[in-house]
T-cell receptor, first 112, second 116 residues
Framework: GNSVTQMEGPVTLSEEAFLTINCTYT??????LFWYVQYPGEGLQLLLK?????DKGSNKGFEATYRKETTSFHLEKGSVQVSDSAVYFC???????????FGSGTRLLVRP | GAGVSQTPSNKVTEKGKYVELRCDPI?????LYWYRQSLGQGPEFLIY????????DSGLPNDRFFAVRPEGSVSTLKIQRTERGDSAVYLC??????????????FGPGTRLTVL
């Protein structure tokens, strides 16, 4: 089964609202954790990553902290913009392989 | 510089036919990955290459799927006797496997495969 679980969407927010998208993972080791974003009509892009416990990844106002004790990597942004509307994917890599295991994605829609 | 490119962008075929999907990774990237993304789902890993060899092919669903990377650069994903369930977007990614960003994967735009 899928070892990355993220909240189902769609998530609909007004501009300047606070965003949280939950992500939890299962792993036997200590994977690196990632958030990828897919804007409409575009390919997957890395948004941020964290490679060890308590690391915080940040980019474009988004943040996520690697929480080993809760096996979580929740994505947050203090004030979303219409241009943040996209599908967000949480992912982890494998200890023995560099492949990525993705969650099912969360669609975010930000209204003006 | 140029990113990962994939051709064709769209492929429509009939059930039972053979298809080839091509990926051009970022120049100098050692690792190349293939994923498959069904509608409303996250990408699912298929296979990954380090150089010319398949380092992990555990995601290939069955023996109708095969991939090669003969010169350690361009890769081709080959699907024999296509089935309707093979319809999906096939994504390719590459990474350097070096330095602090060793495991950052850069994705191509994908090939949308439709099997009628």
């Amino acid at each position: 089964g899928n070892s990355v679980t993220q909240m189902e969407g769609p998530v609909t927010l007004s501009e300047e609202a606070f965003l949280t998208i939950n992500c939890t993972y299962t792993a036997t080791g200590y994977p690196s954790l990632f958030w990828y974003v897919q804007y409409p009509g575009e390919g997957l892009q890395l948004l941020l990553k964290a490679t060890k416990a308590d690391d915080k990844g940040s980019n474009k106002g988004f943040e996520a902290t690697y929480r080993k004790e809760t096996t979580s990597f929740h994505l947050e942004k203090g004030s979303v913009q219409v241009s943040d509307s996209a599908v967000y994917f949480c992912a982890r890599d494998e200890d023995s392989s560099y492949k990525l295991i993705f969650g099912s994605g969360t669609r975010l829609l930000v209204r003006p | 510089g140029a990113g990962v490119s994939q051709t064709p962008s769209n492929k429509v075929t009939e059930k039972g036919k053979y298809v080839e999907l091509r990926c051009d990774p970022i120049s100098g990237h050692t690792a190349l990955y293939w994923y498959r993304q069904s509608l409303g789902q996250g990408p699912e890993f298929l296979i990954y290459f380090q150089g010319t060899g398949a380092a992990d092919d555990s995601g290939l669903p069955n023996d109708r799927f095969f991939a090669v990377r003969p010169e350690g650069s361009v890769s081709t994903l080959k699907i024999q006797r296509t089935e309707r369930g093979d319809s999906a977007v096939y994504l390719c990614a590459s990474s350097t496997l070096q330095g602090a960003d060793y495991n950052e994967q850069f994705f191509g735009p994908g090939t949308r495969l439709t099997v009628l």
